[in-house]
């Protein structure tokens, strides 16, 4: 069962290191897109989305934020 020969405060040591990796993969991925939302309220053709879409990129935007 326990093929690691570890204690369960060890596993639980090492569950939490993976999950802060985890975190930290996650972080760069929002930042990127975020960084990249950013960027598409200067594009030439936002000025010609609709209410929807804008409603749409505004959502999405908040949501990068939390």
Known sequence: MNDRN???????????S???????VI????????AFLLTLAFTPRFPGLDAVQ????M?????AVL
């Open 54 to 57: 804008r409603g749409t990129y």
């Open 27 to 34: 972080q760069t991925g929002v930042q990127i897109l975020f």
């Open 6 to 16: 570890e204690t369960p405060l060890e596993r639980d040591d090492r569950n939490f």
């Open 18 to 24: 993976e999950l802060l990796q985890e975190l930290r």
């Open 59 to 63: 959502a999405t935007l908040l949501l």
